[in-house]
């Protein structure tokens, strides 16, 4: 599991923007607490992923 510094780093985004997608909707995420947020790799993959062919 990936914390949002973790993913951040992989992506080469600011944390912010790695928050923002959480808040999107666009990446799952799961809380382990009050702070602690944590990531599976695949959902961050899966993400990247391309979804369908274009026309």
């Not at 992989?10 to 790695?18: F, K, L, Q």
């Not at 602690?36 to 979804?51: G, W």
């Amino acid at each position: 599991m990936f914390s949002i510094n973790d993913v951040a780093h992989e992506c080469n985004v600011d944390p912010r923007t790695v928050r923002r997608w959480i808040a999107a909707g666009q990446l799952k995420a799961t809380r382990l607490g009050n702070r602690t947020v944590r990531i599976d790799p695949a959902d961050v993959d899966a993400m990247f992923r391309p979804t369908g062919t274009a026309r």
